[in-house]
């Protein structure tokens, strides 16, 4: 059946908890009709979900891509080139060399960097006057110029390569990337990427991660210009985007219940709980997609070799099998087994960096301004794979 799980407009007003709750009930892998393309199969349990991540073999990222809309073969190609669509054992070899510099204990030395970059722009902020718009005047500017420095990217370039991130995961938005647009902003930061990489080779080492990316071996060789692009997509994009979400659509879920801000305000501790909260609650993307490899039997539902798969996140942030009271939101929730990092091989290899750029924000908006609250209506983007509000007006004082 049909439930228009694939269209942007039905994430606008806010996700369907109530229709996702039913269906974990009654039809938990789903099939959704497709317009103009093949359907595919919503997985909404989180025991479900788990199982789909866990068995790479059997559930591709690779062969389709993670995205439900079939791509293009240049598209799907330039998909293929990046982490979050590669299947082991080539995942793991490019993985491998990434790994260490994305550790607890080295992303924990960038905690004093990180907390001046927050401070810098809530002075900027305050200059602006109390009525500001969050998503971008706030949120936007942190990680764009966390991953900036974490890539040694040249400072006048940074909003601009943020708006290309914005552009590639907003194209269902009529209001961020017209009908002109799509597709091209992920080919312009491809090729910003390559050209980067070729002024970079001239250049000393800098002992950023640009240098490692091309200075290490993955899978047995030394990347070109162009597999650093195609890279680069994904690093910057992942980097900027889903931390932008998180911040704002968490700011947003602390506006709607006051009483667990004021918590935050009297005890600081509560911080990297409450962030755990806000990504199960405002998890940062709705699904991605898998394709199944051969015929296997899901939560009731006979899956056909080649048929697309979705891991619906935020259903499986809200199964009352794993979560109690799984519709509220509780920032001293203990344990939470949220998804929003996935988990198993794609488990996110910024893990580290997301949450202590979380703590580190919040503790910093909430010490700087006594007084947070809405100021007109929150705008969602439209999209059915990022949960982002493109709009959030608040007044500070």
Known sequence: MDHALHRGETYVDS????????????????????????????????????????????????????????????GLEQMRDMLLAMDPPRHTAYRRPLAPEFKARVIAEMEGRIRTITREILDRTDALGSDIEFVHDVCAHLPSQVIGELMGLPREDWAAIHAMAEQ????????IADEAERGGSSVDMAMYGIAFAGKRREMPVQGDLTDLLLGDEFDG?????????????????????????????????????????????????????????????????????RTAMADVELGGAAIKTGDKVAMIYTSANRDEDVFEDSQQFDITRDPNHH???????????????????????????????????????????????????????????
């Open 221 to 289: 060789k030394q990347m070109t210009d162009i597999d650093f692009g195609r890279f680069f997509v994904q690093l910057v994009t992942a980097g900027n985007d889903t931390t932008r979400t998180m911040l704002s659509g968490g700011l947003h879920a602390l506006l709607e219940h006051p009483e667990q801000m004021q918590m935050l305000r009297e005890d600081s501790s509560l911080i990297p709980s409450a962030v755990e909260e806000i990504l199960r609650w405002a998890n940062p993307l709705h699904y991605f997609r």
């Open 168 to 175: 590639n995961s907003g194209g269902q938005d009529p209001d």
């Open 15 to 74: 996700p369907p908890h109530d229709l996702f709750t039913r269906l974990r009930r009654e039809e938990p892998v789903v099939w959704q009709e497709m317009d103009g393309e093949p359907g595919y199969w919503a997985v909404l349990r989180h025991a479900d979900v788990v199982h789909v991540a866990k068995n790479s073999d059997v559930f591709s990222a690779t062969e389709g891509g993670v995205v439900i809309e079939n791509l293009e073969p240049a």
């Open 339 to 397: 998804l929003s990092f996935g988990i198993a091989t794609h488990f996110c290899l910024g893990v580290h960096l997301a949450r202590l750029e979380g703590r580190i924000f919040f503790e910093e908006v909430l010490a700087r301004w006594p007084s947070i609250e809405l100021n007109g209506v929150p705008k969602r983007q439209q999209s059915n794979l990022n949960n982002s509000l493109k709009k959030l007006p608040v007044r500070v004082g």
